[in-house]
């Protein structure tokens, strides 16, 4: 957990980090869920958002995970696993010290590295973000259209490039802030007339509405496993717990199509639980997006060995934003590069018996 003194920086940053993407005053926003944190330095808080694929289903089955549970009790530790509704949602109890870790995109993991102190510790999706409009249009044609929009997310940063790329900017459209969950209706009442969005939104309205609808553009979101700094260095064998626990849930997933077919259905609930409505995406498209966006990516969840190279996802997110002034003029590539850390995934695998990455026990 974060000193009192790294709580009052942190507490000083966070309206700089979430207001980096802010651009309406009267934003729509979930209400945000009672969390019990634990705030002690023996219970360790882990955020995943629970309505984007596949971290929803990593995190329904990491929670479950009683290898995990009983080697915590062992060590005097307690892990707790938070649903939000998107990433950015954990950023502000991240960098206050509530939360130790968390799984988020790109785009707030940079925000997460330059206002904190923050390790990535695993791959957990390769994943496209989409502006979904009519069919039939472009990007271009966005010009003064009304936009859905959820700030700060891999749908925003797809959202803002996908712009650049045809020559307009924010300023050329009028951003609706919005949950995600409300993106797809209000497409089809015309309340706005295209959304940016992560999985599995953007595949469940086009499926819905092949005739209608299309991806005016789309870009590539890769997100991560991340811990505090604090937290990695000061109670390390709690971070190797977690890379454990990371790695068995995948390879428990990719055993059997059975698993996977237990954790979509664990995942669809929790999402019915979190918002209150039954989900549009099915059992079976959880799965399927579960297995093209972690499952079928080679190494995962090992972080790949370029991605801290130029020309990756994350660099071209990092060199966009550091352009358009949305990170501190002084954060360096460098920074981003020396937060990843492969110590711990390294020690868990050379003692893949003793961490028992291939025995499983998950509760239902």
């Not at 990756?312 to 990170?327: I, P, Q, V, Y």
């Amino acid at each position: 957990m974060l000193t009192e003194r790294r709580m009052r920086r942190a507490r000083q940053l966070i309206a700089l980090a979430v207001s980096c993407f802010a651009v309406h005053a009267g934003a729509q926003t979930a209400a945000a869920p009672q969390h019990d944190f634990g705030r002690t330095p023996n219970v360790i808080s882990i955020g995943y958002g629970v309505l984007a694929t596949p971290m929803s289903v990593l995190g329904e089955v990491m929670r479950r995970d009683q290898i995990l549970a009983r080697a915590a009790t062992q060590q005097k530790l307690e892990f707790r696993f938070h649903p939000f509704e998107k990433g950015v949602d954990a950023l502000p109890p991240l960098l206050e010290g509530k939360l130790d870790g968390a799984m988020p995109t790109d785009v707030v993991a940079l925000d997460a590295i330059a206002h904190s102190e923050i390790v990535l510790l695993g791959y957990v999706r390769q994943s496209f973000s989409s502006v979904v409009g009519q069919r039939g249009s472009s990007m271009a044609e966005l010009k003064g259209k009304r936009i859905g929009n959820a700030q700060g997310t891999s749908g925003h940063n797809t959202l803002l490039q996908g712009l650049a790329g045809v020559g307009l900017s924010e300023k050329d459209v009028t951003l609706v802030q919005m949950n995600v969950r409300d993106m797809q209706d209000a497409l089809l009442t015309g309340k706005i007339d295209a959304f940016a969005a992560w999985e599995p939104t953007p595949s469940m309205t086009l499926r819905q509405h092949p005739a209608r609808f299309s991806a005016l553009h789309k870009q590539i979101s890769p997100a991560y496993l991340v811990v505090s700094r604090q937290m990695s260095r000061e109670n390390p064998e709690a971070a190797r717990l977690l890379v454990a626990s990371l790695h068995r849930a995948v390879r428990w997933l990719k055993n059997n199509r059975g698993n996977l077919d237990t954790a979509s259905r664990w995942t669809r609930v929790a999402m019915f639980t979190f918002t209150g409505k039954t989900p549009a995406v099915s059992d079976k498209e959880i799965a399927a997006l579960t297995r093209s966006d972690l499952l079928n990516i080679a190494g995962a969840p090992l972080i790949p060995a370029n991605e801290g190279e130029s020309n990756s996802a994350l660099w071209r997110s990092f060199e966009f934003f550091r352009k358009a002034g949305k990170l501190p003029a002084d954060m360096s590539w460098a920074t981003v590069q020396s937060s990843f850390d492969a110590e711990h995934t390294a020690h868990v695998i050379a003692n893949a018996r003793r961490y028992k990455l291939d025995e499983f026990d998950y509760a239902p």
